[in-house]
């Protein structure tokens, strides 16, 4: 699978061109980041059972713990 046509058109819409060199290796990147993510397709998700990890949010400046 070739990702020249994703690299030119991501590379355009972000304005961060890929030098010649790196096209290699940021290929290769992407077909192991794909591959990666066909296996975590495979595994059964039961959205009911969905546990999302809490959230930190600061106390505002001046209430508990300014110094």
Do not use: C, Q
């Not at 070739?2 to 690299?7: E, K, L, P, S």
Request: glycine letters at 8%; proline letters at 9%.
């Amino acid at each position: 699978m070739g990702f020249d046509a994703y690299i030119d058109a991501v590379s355009e819409l972000m304005d961060l061109p890929v030098a010649a060199e790196h096209r290699p290796g940021t290929a290769r990147f992407l077909g192991i980041a794909a591959e990666m993510a066909a296996i975590l397709d495979t595994v059964p998700l039961d959205d009911a059972e969905l546990v999302l990890a809490p959230v930190f949010r600061p106390a505002p400046r001046g209430e508990g713990g300014d110094v």
